[in-house]
């Protein structure tokens, strides 16, 4: 997409993930989507090979843990396949040995919903030049009283990046390759996640790059039930979705991270074109303050 805004689209090959578990597990599946996502308009493909759904009262226990060996034996055919085909891929993980394992197949993106919890993920980014995007995530993405309990949850989180990206930064990551995401849905209630998406231009303000993944959550059908008054099944969440990613762009973010990309991609760029542009002194805070 040829704008100041990135459509990524995800790409799960897992047999459990809370929207589309199970339906790209097939290489041959896996590409087609991959696909017909670029042809949609899809500027980067977003390949996950652990679940991530949170724990907490609308996914139980969450999702299971799988061994580095196996995350890595889900991904690898397919992002060699997508490199091959001249694909801009990012790796969603969280360890160290699957990041590098990706990045030496062509991924140039690492995208870590643990904020940089694993060293050796940072090590493996800082190493091979990758960019990072650091997901704001609390005690495992939980959703549970204590790990919600914010005093301000748009300052609180904006802090608690701050320090992860100082982290990345003594591991060697170079300020410019390192992205921002609120991380909507991990340790956040329905109305904290409105809110941070409400409050993208604050993250924008820090001076690095901001992907906001909003898609078919489970906060959008609990924000907006059906007529009936039940929480609409992920792949009924399409206007939600698509709010977000409108209110996202308007907030100045770089990049949203969507299941259904040509609509979302339709929705992005009209809100791009009604979005004031940006002020290079506007609430602007320096990388090293961020």
Known sequence: MSAPVEIWGVLNVTPDSFSDGGRFVALGAAIEHAE????DGADVIDVGGASSRPAGKTYGAGAPDIAPSEEIARVAPVIDA???RGMRVSIDTARGEVADAALARGASIVNDVTMGADDALLDAVA???AELVLMHSRGGGRVDATTTAYRDVVEDVLAELRAAIARALSRGVRAERIWIDPGVGFAKTPAQSAALIGATSRFVASGHRVLVGASRKSFIGQLAPDASGAAPAPDARLGGSLAAVTAAVLGGAHAVRVHDVAVSRQAALVA???RPPR???RGKETRADA
């Open 127 to 129: 190493r091979r030049g």
């Open 36 to 39: 017909r996502m670029r042809a």
């Open 82 to 84: 997508l490199v091959a």
């Open 279 to 281: 002020s290079a002194s």
């Open 272 to 274: 791009l074109a009604m």
